[in-house]
């Protein structure tokens, strides 16, 4: 099935009854992972919104939820090198288990922003959960990436929180671009 999103055409390429699948299966190693410890579920807006609401579902632990935002992408295709912080952390993270949660990791830059400037704020452990990961993009070794939903080409995609200049988070599945 394909989609247009604004002036692109996307198909489908992971069903949404495959992430939820995965989701599952995420969520119940993070279940085992964080039963005492009260971890902190930090999302990346906007991407994370979809995901977080689905992922935090299955891991029935205690826990809290707080958000960031930043952007790399200026609503198009290509990433940009320059990370602008529109939302700050609001939360104290200091001796905390932090759960980063993001759509999808490309190039890597945005993670390894993120990660460095969580680490100064001295948690216990950072540990990244991200839907996404396209290897072939990824310019950073970034040892706390431990829980991957999907590994996938180095295409760009949208749905299931992604966008296209601002467009098609709202898609139940998750479409690739149609060259
Ligand atoms: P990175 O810094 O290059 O890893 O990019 C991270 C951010 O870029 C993600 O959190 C997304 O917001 C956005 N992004 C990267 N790849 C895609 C894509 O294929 N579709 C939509 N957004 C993307």
């Known amino acids: 099935m394909k989609v247009k999103v604004d002036d692109l055409e996307f198909e489908k390429m992971i069903s ?4 939820e699948k995965r989701t599952a299966e995420l969520g119940a190693i993070l279940t085992e992972q964080y039963q005492d410890s009260l971890p902190v579920f930090l999302g990346v807006l906007n991407g994370c919104f979809v995901f977080m609401a689905d992922l935090v579902k299955q891991v029935p ?4 939820i707080a958000f960031m935002k930043l952007s790399s992408y200026r609503g198009g295709l290509e990433s940009t090198r320059e990370i602008i912080e529109e939302l700050d952390l609001k939360i104290d993270i200091a001796g905390r288990d ?5 759509d999808i990791v490309d190039t ?3 993670l390894r922003y993120l990660v460095d400037k969580l680490r100064a704020l001295k948690p216990k452990s ?4 991200a839907l996404l990961y396209k290897p072939d993009a990824m310019e950073h070794e ?8 999907f590994e996938i080409e180095n295409k760009f995609v949208v749905g299931y929180g992604l966008d296209y200049k601002e467009q098609g988070r709202n898609l139940k599945d998750i479409y690739q671009l149609v060259k």
């Open 108 to 110: 890597g830059n945005t």
């Open 16 to 19: 949404f009854e495959a992430i």
């Open 126 to 129: 950072i540990k990244v959960c």
């Open 61 to 64: 632990v205690p826990c809290q």
């Open 98 to 102: 932090v759960i980063l949660v993001e």
């Open 142 to 149: 970034i040892p706390e990436m431990q829980y991957i939903g």
